[in-house]
Nanobody, 117 residues
């Protein structure tokens, strides 16, 4: 059974940093057949892609994340990371990790981030 568990969220002040982690069980985090990513859902808003690593290893970021966030993974630890720097109030919300494998999509339950002004 596939399970993704996010952690590392919390309450921080504007300009501070957080490093989110997503530990996978029952599935690898790549490379090759698995694409992995982080998504952000603000209160009352739809879930949006923040950072993604394709099956080919290409990394893409949303405009809001570009230059401030970094996605990475440790294949041996089956963990995906999202380093978030210079946090802003609009970064607040729930962050989810996702793995795509052969047409199947797996999500974690999310970790909460609150950035206070």
């Amino acid at each position: 059974q596939v399970q993704l568990v996010e952690s590392g969220g919390g309450l921080v002040e504007v300009g501070h940093s957080l490093n989110l982690s997503c530990v996978a069980s029952g599935i690898t985090v790549g490379p090759g057949s698995n694409a992995v990513g982080w998504y952000h859902q603000a209160p009352g808003a739809e879930r949006e892609e923040v950072a993604f690593i394709t099956t080919g290893g290409t990394i893409r970021y949303s405009g809001a994340a570009e230059g401030r966030f970094t996605i990475s993974r440790n294949i041996g630890k089956r963990t995906i990371y999202l380093q978030m720097n210079n946090l802003k109030p609009e970064d607040s919300g729930t962050y989810y990790c996702r793995i795509n494998r052969f047409g199947q999509t797996y999500w974690g339950k999310g970790t909460e981030v609150t950035v206070s002004a």
